[in-house]
């Protein structure tokens, strides 16, 4: 009935396969969604790694783009026919303090589409309600898929650097986040410097109108020099060796913002932390404010995620190459 071809992580650190999935029927607060198309995510790469897994087999995908086809019981948020986005955030328990707060994302107790519970790279996929975001009619299924994930995150971190018109700001890693960041940042009349190991994805940076694009050993001269240091740097890539390049290029007073996730540790001066004054924080997706802002700005075509669309066949290539930094723009899969 609803089965069909879904990525399927096996067993923890087993294979990336296609096979076939029954999503099954909605239970309280759920919705199965008929799915039009998803992103892949450096997050199902890291999934991808882990050593245990909450469910496994697991269906992968948290950048989900489809039409709600059954609703369960008490779902008030959406209904049948209506089009919506699925994230990582599923939901939240509700009653603890980042509940309580609007930050629920940072909620201990949150589920996870495509980790803690089946996610959306998926011909159907069964959801939590609680968070969908409704999504307009005028975008293709493929440029806004990333907005769930990539870019709600890349405008959840330029709020928390809190970048301002005029000041400069490096983005540290080109990919999908990395991307959309530079689009929106521009949008808010920001002034672009982008880091990456990658000539090809600096050229590509420099496409999009960054006024600066530097590889990492020149980071620090270049942009020092030209800025006299960022307000902020933001840091995309999962590579910690990434952070201490990208906190050499703040100003005083600046700050690092970290994105990207890697159980690694990279190491900070203290010295330099405490007596420039800089802040060096964390950002985990967005707010709903946000998710809600990278629609409006992609609806109304001012910021243009750049993907390529693929068949789900593809799935498991393209997660072993955007794991090896291999990926320009986002990889989406149509279904
Ligand atoms: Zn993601
Ligand atoms: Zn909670």
Known sequence: ?????????????????????????????????????????????????????????????????????????????????????????????????????????????????????????????VVAAQNLIRVPAALSPGEAAPLCCAGWTAMGALREAGIERGQWVAIVGFGGLGHLACGYAKEMGARVAVIDSSAEKLEFARSL???????????????????????????????????????????????????????????VSMTEVVLKGLRIQGSYLGTRQDLERVFEMAAAGRVKAHVSMHGIGEAPELIGRLGRGEMRGRAVVGF
């Open 209 to 267: 109108g960054a006024e600066i694009a530097v590889l990492p050993d020149t980071a620090r001269k270049t942009i020092v020099k030209e800025t006299g240091g960022v307000q902020a740097a933001i840091v995309f890539t999962a590579a910690a060796a990434a952070a201490p390049v990208a906190l050499s290029t703040v100003q005083r007073r600046g700050s690092l913002v970290l994105v990207g996730l890697t159980a690694d540790a990279f190491p």
């Open 1 to 125: 009935m609803n089965r069909a071809n879904a990525v399927c992580l096996a067993a923890p650190r087993g294979a990336v396969e296609v096979r076939p999935f029954e999503a099954g029927e909605p239970g309280g607060g759920e919705v199965r969604v008929r799915m039009e198309a998803c992103g892949i995510c450096h997050s199902d790469v890291m999934i991808a790694g882990l050593e245990k897994l909450p469910l496994s087999p697991l269906v992968l995908g948290h950048e989900g783009i489809g039409i709600v086809e059954a609703a369960g019981e008490g779902v008030t948020e959406v209904s049948v026919g209506d089009r919506v986005g699925i994230t990582y955030f599923g939901a939240g328990c509700g009653q603890c303090a980042a509940c309580g707060s609007g930050h629920a994302r940072y909620c201990a107790k949150q589920s996870n589409h495509g980790y803690t519970r089946h996610g959306a790279l998926s011909a159907h996929a």
